[in-house]
């Protein structure tokens, strides 16, 4: 198998084992085929910050489309052992996972959109035992992807407008993380990838600079620099730090009016060590003064939202920032903590039965019903209404924060309005056109320049007003009380 058809093949072991117990229950019960209602939700903006941007829907559409298990899977499943070195699952059930096929009805918000705590990104309507089965592969996919693409909005945010690349793959979480990373980046505001397989299989654009092994390996530095420079002839861009970086700069320039005469074009320098601020204003003093007025500065060195904030304020005179670590391992919050949760299950008389999940903490409770999300606007966001698409809606829109209900939002009528949950899955058959990466891109930009700069900020943001439709949060405080027996 090709690693860039990791999605597109059987993955349907990847899962835990028990969702293979519970799937083995279920068929034993006669509920296998009981059609029930799951919605994956993120409790807890990522990064203390005010929003979070979806990613990972095509990775998921991809790995459901092939849920099937093959002969390979089947035996494996056959050959596990349980108490007393029985086989843990009887050959029927065995039987029953060869002919099973995906026939889920699939929601899901679009890769590249704001989200909030609470929101369904993906909701899952079918049979019992498909929708339990897929919980751990979603969460896998879209926890991650989502987790590196609010990474990355919030770096390119804070960059302002001016390029950044992802160079990441060095410190990513292995081989997918690298290369889901990527793909995640770029959604979020990334404008390449020094990941070369991330730009055949993504259609990323690629870039880079080079090492300082190339420096090292020279006699000197000038010559690095003049090697380089003629083999690539338009827009190099050259490391000066390896010894001395203002030095480097110099014979960064130096090297660059040798060559401009052979049509050379001077892509730039990149700073990897030292104070950026102070080197960056030193080398554009230098460039400016020897009329290389256009030759970017590149900075890399441990960077996140937060560094290249602060070397903004302090004025340094970068405008490319070459980001790795950091974004791809979502270095100051390593996991999103999105769930997965059953909230309805159909009884034999067709009727919806509604179900939540208490906990003592108010936040881990989980909403009943068939999930949509309302988002209103004017001009910009102004909130998400989170209600029940079995139920009707009562005629005054209210939106009620879920963890104080006490704050609500009443939405004037005739307020514009989108459902963000779209049709993905119809019964198994995939019905939505996978938008490509520039669009899914395009989105992200156009959702943040929709949220009011309260919400984008990063210490201490303004909770955007995400909450549940007024009946609906009734509903749920009622059975609530109903299953604590109060
Ligand atoms: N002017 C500045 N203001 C704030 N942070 C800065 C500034 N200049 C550099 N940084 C950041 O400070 C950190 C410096 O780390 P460190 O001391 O390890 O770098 P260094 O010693 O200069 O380089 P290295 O160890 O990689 O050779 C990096 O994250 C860098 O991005
Ligand atoms: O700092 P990041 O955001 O992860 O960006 C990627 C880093 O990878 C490279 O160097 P590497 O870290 O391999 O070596 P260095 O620390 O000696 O520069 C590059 O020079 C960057 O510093
Ligand atoms: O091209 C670069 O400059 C690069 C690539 C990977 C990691 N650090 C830097």
Redo the contacts with the bound molecule.
């Keep these: 198998m090709a690693l860039k058809d990791i999605y597109a093949t059987s993955l349907s072991l990847l899962t835990d084992l028990y969702q293979l117990t519970m799937a083995y229950g279920y068929w034993k019960k006669g509920m296998a085929e009981q059609e029930a209602v799951f919605h994956l939700y993120f409790r807890k903006n990522p990064f203390q910050g005010g929003y979070t941007i979806a990613a990972g829907l095509e990775h998921a559409v991809q790995f459901l489309q092939e849920l099937h298990f093959t002969d390979e899977d089947l035996a494996y499943i056959a050959g596990l052992r349980g108490g007393q070195g029985q086989p843990l699952f009887e050959q029927a059930f065995v039987e029953y996972l060869r002919e099973m096929r995906f026939s889920c009805s699939v929601d899901a918000i679009p890769e590249g959109t704001a989200v909030f705590p609470g929101e369904p990104l993906v909701r899952v309507r079918g049979p019992l035992l498909q929708a339990q089965l897929v919980e751990t592969p979603l969460l896998t996919i879209v926890n991650f992807e989502t987790l590196i693409a609010t990474k990355a909005a919030r770096i390119a945010d804070a960059a302002k407008g001016d390029t950044v690349i992802e160079f990441g793959m060095r410190r990513a979480q292995g081989i997918d993380g690298a290369l889901s990373a990527s793909r995640a980046a770029y959604i979020g505001g990334a404008a390449a990838t020094s990941n070369l397989l991330a730009g055949q299989l993504y259609d990323i654009p690629v870039k880079g600079t080079h090492a300082h092994s190339w420096v090292q390996a020279f006699d000197t530095e000038e010559e690095a620099f003049l090697a380089y420079g003629q083999a690539f002839p338009h827009d190099s861009v050259f490391l000066v730090d390896t010894y001395d970086t203002l030095e480097g700069v110099k014979n960064a320039i130096k090297v660059a009016k040798q060559l401009q005469p052979s049509g050379f074009t001077f892509g730039g320098i990149r700073l990897?060590?030292?104070?950026?601020?102070?080197l960056s204003k030193e080398a554009r003093k230098l460039l400016d003064a020897a009329g290389f007025t256009e030759a970017n500065i590149v900075?890399s060195?441990?960077?996140d939202e937060h560094?290249i904030t602060?070397?903004k304020q302090?004025g340094?005179k970068i405008n490319v920032w070459g980001v790795g670590t950091k974004m791809v391992t979502a270095y100051d919050q390593p996991a999103l903590g999105g769930v997965y949760k059953l909230a309805a299950i159909r009884q034999l008389d067709g009727a919806w039965e509604y179900k939540v999940k208490l906990s003592e903490q108010r936040a881990k409770t989980s909403t009943p019903g068939m999930l949509q999300v309302r988002r209103f606007r004017d001009g910009v966001f102004i909130a998400d209404m989170i209600y029940n698409e079995l139920e009707s809606l009562p005629e005054h829109t209210q939106v009620v924060d879920p963890l104080d209900s006490t704050r609500r939002k009443s939405i004037p009528p005739g307020t514009a309005f989108e459902d963000l949950l779209l049709p993905v899955f119809k019964d198994g058959t995939l019905i939505y056109d996978l938008p490509d990466l520039l669009t899914i891109k395009a989105r992200t930009k156009a959702q943040l320049d929709s949220l009011h700069e309260s919400i984008r900020r990063y210490l201490n943001p303004h909770s955007y007003p995400a909450g549940l439709e007024g009946s609906l949060h009734q509903y749920k405080l009622d059975l609530i009380l109903r299953l604590r027996g109060e």
């Design positions: 990897d060590s030292g104070d950026l601020t102070y900075a060195n441990d960077l560094i602060s070397l302090e340094a």
